[in-house]
């Protein structure tokens, strides 16, 4: 409730709300949405693109995780909070954040999720160019890639576990 004048609306998706829904293809979430937790679109097979509302301040665990389809997200302005591996196990060729967030970028369009305080690329698709200012990979950040090689840059510093899981095509 708003409190103005008494209407309802919808700050939070649940865990697993649409979990394994083949058939949902696209999305138009609410202006008001703040959370989606847990796994809330894991395993939605039609989901081409993205546009999260600029409300959105958490994303949980595993959120879209394996929702295969998914070809492109924006992560908008407000995002605080990316849980683990929210958007891996995809097929995704674009990840654009706002310019005007404080906790995460894409460096120069390069087509990853930085984590911007600690310098660490939280998820990467198969059109991204490492950043030479990245200095660790995160868990999982290129689970199932669809890329045959990639460039790491000189000041990496740390690779997470299961960096490059399920890389078939990683050659070099």
Same mark, same amino acid.
């Given at each position: 409730?708003?409190?103005?004048? %008494? ?6 998706? @649940? ?28 395993? /939605?097979? &039609?989901?081409? &693109? ?8 958490? !994303? %949980? ?5 394996? $929702? $295969? ?13 990316? %849980? ?25 369009? /390069? ?12 998820? %990467? /698709? ?10 660790? !990979?995160g868990d999982g950040a290129f689970s199932? /890639? ?8 000189d000041n990496l510093k740390s690779i @997470?576990? &299961? ?10």
């Open positions: 409730n708003d409190g103005t004048n %008494g209407e309802a609306y919808v700050t939070s998706i @649940g865990g697993s709300a649409f979990e394994y829904d083949y058939d949902l293809v696209s999305i138009e979430l609410p202006y008001t949405i703040e959370t989606i937790d847990y796994y809330a679109f894991g395993d /939605c097979g &039609s989901i081409c &693109s993205l546009t999260l509302p600029n409300s959105l301040k958490k !994303i %949980g665990d595993w959120a879209f995780f394996a $929702s $295969s389809q998914l070809a492109s997200v924006i992560i908008p302005k407000n995002l605080e909070e990316i %849980g683990y591996q929210a958007f891996n196990f995809n097929s995704m060729s674009s990840i654009v954040v706002n310019e005007d967030n404080p906790y995460f970028d894409s460096r120069n369009n /390069c087509n990853a999720l930085i984590e911007t305080a600690t310098n660490t690329l939280l998820t %990467g /698709c198969k059109n991204t160019v490492i950043p030479n200012t990245v200095t660790a !990979i199932n /890639c669809r890329f045959t090689s990639i460039q790491l840059p @997470g576990n &299961s960096a490059s899981e399920s890389c078939v095509y990683l050659a070099s």
